[in-house]
């Protein structure tokens, strides 16, 4: 996790971000920020109550959505690569402290950043949603995703590519995929109805082949019910980390299910971090394997 120092609406992301909202006027830089660094550290606590490791380090003023860690993958062989950002501002995101961090346990094998030049973008964990078990990769397109730069990296790194259209409540492409879906070990929560009709029953199959399939609304998108993600902490014990505002849009036989596959579902209020950053939970969370 990255603590912020500064966190307001990006003006940079906007465009391309059906879930942001621009600032306030009768709210200052400075009261956005000390919300969301509340709502962090609450996020922050509540999973390391699990016994969940966090490490976190601090952003850097420069970066209004440092406290979204999507620019970098880590993998299980101890290996991470860099991603390609979109905004020039998030491109700053990748400081040379937090990379050399990653290199005194990962060995860096990619680097995508000369993409950017190119106008061709991988946001990393939010553009690929990924099944590490089976080596698969579920991606929507977005003009934060690039078709041809995300097959190149899926042929170059073993994984099939399941790729498909969006729309979202506002009638453009959904920025990112863990919008609208996650996947765990057992099971993966999904959105067929924000996918573009004519790519639903593909996916529907693919997503079914190797999990059981939770079904998640199309209004509930909007209240960040995609926005998820599964951790297991050092007893063995399964939790799935979401927003409170996403628990709370979730109908009781949703949880119900649920809590078949976890011991615990993980929310805390985001609420400033959700209406300027138009992302959640697990935007704010990157794995390191």
């Known amino acids: 996790m990255i603590e912020p120092e500064v966190f307001h609406s990006n003006d940079e992301t906007l465009a391309s971000n059906d879930y942001q909202s621009v600032n306030e006027e009768n709210a200052s830089l400075e009261e956005i920020k000390d919300k969301a660094l509340v709502e962090f550290n609450n996020l922050k606590s509540e999973i390391e109550k699990r016994n969940i490791q966090v490490t976190s380090m601090k952003g850097i003023k420069e970066c209004p959505?440092?406290?979204?860690?999507?620019?970098?993958?880590t993998f299980e062989d101890k290996t991470f690569q860099l991603f390609s950002m979109k905004a020039k501002n998030r491109r700053l995101e990748k400081t040379s402290e937090m990379i050399d961090f990653l290199k005194s346990g990962y060995e860096l094998v990619d680097d995508l950043s000369d993409f950017e030049n190119k106008e061709?973008?991988?946001?990393?964990?939010?553009?690929?949603?990924?099944?590490r078990v089976n080596k698969v990769v579920y991606s929507g397109l977005s003009p934060r995703t690039n078709k041809d730069l995300l097959q190149k990296w899926?042929?170059?790194?073993?994984?099939?590519?399941?790729?498909?259209?969006?729309?979202?409540?506002?009638?453009?492409?959904?920025?990112?995929?863990?919008?609208?879906?996650?996947a765990g070990?057992?099971?993966?929560?999904?959105?067929?109805?924000?996918i573009l009709p004519e790519y639903r029953e593909m996916v529907r199959s693919k997503v079914a082949k190797y999990h059981d399939v939770f079904e998640i609304y199309e209004n509930?998108?909007?209240d960040f019910c995609g926005n998820a993600l599964e951790a297991k902490n050092s007893?063995?014990?399964?939790?799935?980390?979401?927003?409170?505002?996403?628990?709370?849009?979730?109908?009781?036989?949703?949880?119900?299910?649920?809590?078949t596959y976890y011991k615990d579902i993980i929310h805390?209020?985001?609420?400033?971090?959700?209406?300027?950053?138009?992302?959640?939970?697990?935007?704010?969370?990157?794995?390191?394997?």
């Open 220 to 222: 509930q998108i909007q």
């Open 268 to 289: 805390t209020d985001l609420k400033t971090i959700e209406k300027y950053g138009g992302g959640s939970a697990r935007c704010m969370l990157n794995e390191l394997f």
């Open 235 to 259: 007893n063995e014990e399964y939790f799935l980390i979401m927003s409170s505002r996403a628990f709370k849009a979730y109908t009781e036989e949703q949880k119900a299910i649920l809590a």
């Open 65 to 73: 959505d440092h406290i979204f860690p999507n620019w970098f993958i």
């Open 120 to 131: 061709m973008f991988l946001e990393a964990t939010s553009s690929m949603v990924f099944d």
């Open 154 to 182: 899926c042929s170059d790194h073993g994984y099939e590519l399941i790729v498909f259209e969006t729309l979202s409540h506002k009638g453009s492409e959904i920025y990112h995929t863990d919008v609208f879906m996650y």
């Open 185 to 194: 070990q057992k099971v993966i929560g999904i959105c067929f109805d924000v």
